[in-house]
């Protein structure tokens, strides 16, 4: 799914919670999940200078999860450490995307160059 | 481009949230409830989140602003509804939103806002700026 405008953002939401809903997770799964990746989505668009966003269904063993990976080729991160903590979260929203998103999902991996981009890959399990 | 209502009750505005807050319904509904505040002279808003099913950073951020509107105005505005998933979920996420009021419905929405408004008035003493309440 391409990722171009903040109305983007609302289509992988919606694909998301479809997905979910489809594979019966449950109702707090899905909340957290598609809340991860409107944050995530929406960091590629206002930061990252647009991206595309992949969801995939992954097995492990006997585990059905779902996985959004959210890319862009945008500036990268340039403080990991404090971007991860909070960054500038004042606790009105603003800087939360990457540390929340990390606390609300089961599997979050993250890979950013400077100058490159960077791409966030989060896991849910049923 | 999607409109949310804004109702007239009593002294009171209300506000259901049935559509996505994304940034120009978002936008919309700032202005359009900073427009209604000062025409009505309204003392408090209630917005009516019990449809929405996810909040994120930034439909926290919006509710926020709209909060920091209404006292700029001289109101009072209280969140009602919040789903327990949504609830759990936006304090895992981080988000304190402790400068909002929240209520479990509209009943004790209203209940709460009448307190906020009494200790506000309480809180400036009597006849400063409460004139066109006579209205």
Redesign the interface.
């Known amino acids: 799914m391409a990722l171009h405008n903040?109305?983007d953002?609302?289509l992988v939401?919606l694909a998301v919670?479809k997905w979910m809903l489809e594979e019966s997770f449950s109702?707090?799964k899905?909340?957290?999940m598609?809340?991860a990746s409107?944050?995530l989505a929406?960091n590629a668009v206002i930061h990252g200078g647009g991206g595309v966003a992949r969801l995939d269904k992954v097995e492990d063993g006997e585990r059905l999860g779902i996985r959004l990976m959210v890319e862009d080729h945008g500036p990268g991160i340039a403080n990991l450490k404090r971007a991860l903590s909070?960054g500038y979260?004042n606790?009105?929203?603003?800087g939360?995307?990457l540390?929340?998103?990390r606390?609300?999902v089961d599997q979050f991996d993250l890979f950013s160059e400077l100058g490159k981009g960077t791409c966030v890959t989060i896991t849910m399990w049923r | 481009m999607n409109h949310i209502p804004i109702i007239h009750v009593g002294n009171y505005l209300l506000v259901t949230v049935q559509v996505d807050l994304h940034d120009s319904v978002a936008l919309r509904l700032q202005d359009d409830i900073t427009i209604e505040l000062v025409k009505v002279h309204a003392r408090g808003v209630l917005i009516d989140i019990s449809s929405l099913d996810m909040v994120d950073s930034f439909v926290g951020r919006v509710l926020g602003n709209m909060t920091a509107l209404c006292h700029a105005l001289g109101s009072q505005m209280v969140v009602v509804g919040m789903q327990p998933a949504v609830a759990i979920t936006i304090v895992e996420l981080g988000l304190l939103l402790d400068n909002l009021h929240f209520a479990r419905n509209v009943d004790q929405g209203m209940v709460l806002l009448q307190n906020l408004i009494q200790a506000d008035s309480e809180s400036y003493g009597s006849g400063s700026g409460h004139a066109h309440e006579q209205e």
């Open positions: 903040v109305d953002v609302i939401r919670r109702l707090l899905q909340t957290k598609v809340t409107s944050e929406r909070g979260s606790g009105n929203g603003l939360l995307g540390s929340g998103s606390q609300l």
